[in-house]
């Protein structure tokens, strides 16, 4: 058994996935804008996380834009069967790098065309609809017009399952009237646990939730704790962050993303960490601590 296989699995729509995946994001340049800064490297990571026993990569064909999907497919295609490629619609880029949303019909056929394209395949696996009424955390606002869009491509068999990406609860649920939603991605980490009530709810209901930003947006403070907890430990930050979230729910899957084999080493190997009850007692006190 390799040491991914102990961080379990839980599934998505009707594919199971080991619950520590990869986000390709960072494969694409800076500012997930270009392409990488060595290209070779971009594939090496790509096929060492597939190699290591990851079948669930986050990607979208906004990064770079139409980067990453394409150092997938060159990595990757044809594809292993059980590898699960998860993508997200919702944005664009413009030609300056910025991040524009991308919500008419028109956009969302266009970006699972893409999509399609990109990664050479007839069918995309999962396609989360990424909600953009803010760029930056979830707000409200209705998702039925984007979100039928989806559902009629899911209907047409460009989509097997759709899923949901910077979503509130009360989206969750508008978007359940609408199509069966197989995950929900939003940020969630140690420091930021506003989806809490969330990540329960959608464990009751057997639906993956995907944090990403698993060390974003923490203050120096709590970084310092989170460094002492994994110095103690003998383990990195990143490493500590990813085992909490493991422990934190059953239905969380992890996509730490890098650009890095000797990283992405790293962050697999916390399949196989075990934390201890005080330093989850610890690492659980952390969303308390001022900046």
């Known amino acids: 058994?390799?040491?991914?296989?102990?961080?379990?699995?839980?599934?998505?729509?009707?594919?199971?996935?080991?619950?520590?995946?990869?986000?390709?994001?960072?494969?694409?340049?800076?500012?997930?804008?270009?392409?990488?800064?060595?290209?070779?490297?971009?594939?090496?990571?790509?096929?060492?996380?597939?190699?290591?026993?990851?079948?669930?990569?986050?990607t979208s064909d906004f990064y770079g834009p139409h980067v990453t999907n394409r150092l997938i497919r060159e990595a990757l295609h044809p594809y292993r069967d059980d590898l699960v490629i998860v993508t997200k619609i919702g944005a664009r880029r413009g030609a300056d790098g910025s991040w524009i949303p991308a919500f008419s019909s028109e956009e969302l056929i266009q970006a699972v065309h893409d999509n399609l394209r990109n990664l050479g395949v007839d069918v995309l696996d999962v396609v989360n609809l990424r909600i953009a009424f803010n760029l930056h955390h979830p707000a409200e606002g209705s998702i039925e017009a984007p979100l039928?869009?989806?559902?009629?491509?899911?209907?047409?068999?460009?989509?097997?399952?759709?899923?949901?990406?910077?979503?509130?609860?009360?989206?969750?649920?508008?978007?359940?009237?609408?199509?069966?939603?197989?995950?929900v991605q939003n940020?969630?980490?140690?420091?930021?646990?506003?989806?809490?009530?969330?990540?329960?709810?959608?464990?009751?209901?057997?639906?993956?939730?995907?944090?990403?930003?698993?060390?974003?947006?923490?203050?120096?403070?709590?970084?310092?704790?989170?460094?002492?907890?994994?110095?103690?430990?003998?383990?990195?930050?990143?490493?500590?962050?990813?085992?909490?979230?493991?422990?934190?729910?059953?239905?969380?899957?992890?996509?730490?993303?890098t650009s890095s084999v000797s990283h992405l080493r790293e962050n697999l190997a916390a399949a196989g960490l075990t934390l201890p009850d005080d330093a989850v007692e610890e690492l659980n006190h952390m969303a308390d601590i001022a900046g």
């Open 1 to 58: 058994m390799s040491i991914i296989d102990q961080s379990g699995t839980f599934p998505i729509g009707d594919r199971r996935v080991r619950r520590l995946g990869y986000g390709a994001m960072q494969l694409a340049g800076p500012g997930v804008f270009g392409p990488p800064r060595d290209h070779d490297a971009a594939l090496a990571v790509l096929r060492e996380a597939v190699a290591s026993g990851v079948n669930h990569i986050d």
């Open 148 to 183: 039928t869009v989806l559902a009629d491509l899911q209907r047409q068999g460009l989509v097997r399952h759709v899923g949901l990406s910077n979503a509130t609860a009360r989206q969750i649920a508008e978007g359940r009237g609408i199509t069966e939603i197989v995950c």
């Open 187 to 257: 940020q969630y980490n140690l420091a930021h646990r506003a989806d809490d009530a969330v990540i329960d709810d959608l464990a009751r209901e057997g639906t993956a939730y995907v944090p990403f930003f698993p060390l974003g947006g923490f203050t120096p403070l709590q970084s310092s704790t989170l460094s002492g907890v994994a110095a103690h430990l003998e383990a990195t930050p990143m490493q500590v962050a990813l085992a909490w979230l493991l422990r934190r729910a059953p239905n969380i899957l992890l996509i730490p993303g």
